[in-house]
């Protein structure tokens, strides 16, 4: 079987994907087969690593703090849209990271992007360094702070 479909899951969601995004009919379940069977042995190019997670308590904790975060971040965003404080700028933070796992990188983005109001723009892999958008950027040092605390820092913990 993993000789057929060496990643399994990914073959089932991109079906399952493709099926929600364009209806069932018979002919879509035939062509979501076909692209989840070749993007599936397409991966074997990719040689991807296998990820080094821990489960445990630091991945409900980030849950959670993501949660907050993106509930919090909605109502802020809201009021500068609708309310529009003069004192109030974005701008561009160039944020120095520990990190190295891929896939630590690769859901610290989904969390940035994710939260309204923040952008992930930029990995800069030489000098590891993320470049990011912030639609309120007050204090440039609290956001570094609060992002390598908050949300990299319990990454490390799950992916390194």
Known sequence: MTRLLPYPLLSLALLVM?????????????????????????????KPEKPSI?????????AMIVLADIIRSNIAVGRIVLFRPPQRR??????????RS?????VLAVIITATP???WLQHDI???MILIHVLDLVDEEEWIRLIK????RLLMEIFE
């Open 18 to 46: 493709w099926l929600l995004l364009t209806g069932f009919s018979p002919g879509h379940l035939l062509l979501a087969a076909v692209v989840a069977l070749v993007v599936s042995r397409a991966m074997l190019a990719l």
């Open 90 to 99: 974005s701008g561009f933070i160039h944020l120095p990271i520990e990190m």
């Open 149 to 152: 605390h908050r949300y990299e």
């Open 102 to 106: 891929p896939y630590g990188l690769a």
């Open 54 to 62: 821990r489960f445990g308590w630091g991945m409900v904790k980030l």
């Open 117 to 119: 109001g923040t952008l």
């Open 126 to 128: 030489q000098r590891n």
